[in-house]
């Protein structure tokens, strides 16, 4: 079957070429230069023909760099318009320093810099200013260098040789009650200020100022999660280009029971990935569950490395993708089930495991709600689940810049029970989530044993309920396609 035929249906599906459409021609609205609008022009375009080995796999068209480039400095330009603003208000900062040498880049400063910035310069310093009564954010680069049209540089070395005499400056010019940096003792991707930035920061605001900094946790967490509708316009057709990418492998093209084995398949997803001029965030990983095979744990079925096994009829396999494409990340887990001489579809057992994943996927999201914590989030779907007779394990996380994304972990695969720091932070609105989970079922036709239903599905949260991005997996993908 084809993958379209193999998804449940979306209930979030936008016409994607559409969507993309009207994306690129709003970038291209925002920069100036025939180069550029010609590129947009381009981008916009219908999707172009795909050869025709690959139209069984609805693989949409992907952008040039350059049309790449004018998409995501558009969006950049909104987010910084709008974002930021939201963020240091609700936060009450109202003055953000984000610090960042050469290649050892604070991961929220470089979401913010140009698309054709590979890294910061030297010491690239971003300055946030909300002088409030309702005026503009001030945004400023105190580098030797503008940050792009976004930051005006505000430092000149000529006239002042040191880089942090020029930020006290400015910080003493605005008089902050509160001075945000990128440092928290939980999440990772708030804490890119280094200690010796930090210091010498302190030692150069002095008495006066360095008592009123404050960790920025907060503003960096909700930068990094918080999507816009530009971006969401188009966030859809990334998850259908990875789950075209997973539909292809995940077939005869790619596999010959008996021969393939789940490292040659692990290694064409990485191939097909660099061929598309599409970057993985992590390597992708394949495995396979077998009748009369011992039941694996998810230790496991998590572990880097896997045991390299030749796949063969009658097998259920699993694999974990994830992709970035315009500066976005999924991170997608599907199943697929080998048929064996004589089969036209999947054993009647696992097909009623799978339906499991998908009822545990559906109570899992009608219960997001805005403000609680992933913590609650979890605990509460699981004794939901379990008081239906499910054997649920869940472990979702938002996505966005990062795979793993800012935000709340919604569970542990490997301690249900526990609730840890991260799961302490609030659901947001307008964040996109891998609805990561998996239930266990025994399997009639595999003699009772326990088999792991493994899914994970990226989807969008409204603050009012969670969509699918590009359908779900209701259906095994089956080898070969009947």
Known sequence: MSPVHARG??????????????????????????????GARAAAAPPAAVPASDRDFDLPRILTPREQAAVRDAWLAKRLDTVVPMLMKREGIDLWLLVAREYMEDPVLRTMLPATWMSARRRTVLMF???GDGRPVERLAIARYPVGDAFPAAWNPDEQPDQWARIAQLVAERDPRKIAINRSKVFALADGMTDTETDAL??????????????GERLALGWLETRIPEEMAVYPTISRIANAIIAEGFSEKVITPGVTTTADVQWWYRQRIAQLGLVPWFHPTVALQR?????????????????????????????DLGIVYLGLATDTQNMAYVLRPGETDAPAGLKAGLADANRL??????????????????QRTRKEALALGLKPNIYSHAVGYHGHGAGPWVGMWDDQDAC???????????????????????????????????????????????????????????????
């Open 129 to 131: 200013f909300d002088p």
């Open 202 to 215: 302190l030692a150069a605001l002095g008495e006066r100022f360095g008592p009123r900094i404050v960790s």
């Open 291 to 319: 009748a009369g095979g011992e039941t694996k744990s998810a230790t496991a079925m998590f572990a880097a490395r896997r045991t390299e096994e030749v796949i063969q009829p009658g097998d259920l396999l699993h694999v």
């Open 361 to 378: 996927q559906d109570l899992l999201m009608k219960n997001y709600t805005a403000g609680e914590s992933g913590c609650s989030l979890q």
């Open 9 to 38: 249906t979306a209930r979030l599906r936008p016409a994607f070429a559409a969507g993309l459409a009207v994306a690129l021609l709003g970038a291209a609205a925002s920069f100036a230069g025939s180069a550029q609008a010609a």
């Open 420 to 482: 840890p720091p991260p799961g302490e932070y609030e659901v947001q609105p307008n964040t996109v989530w891998a609805i990561e989970l998996n239930a266990e079922r025994a399997v009639p036709e595999w003699g009772g044993k326990n088999v792991r239903f493994m899914l994970e599905e990226i989807a969008f949260f409204d603050g009012r309920k969670v969509e699918f991005l590009d359908g779900r997996l209701t259906r095994f993908h089956l080898v070969p396609r009947p």
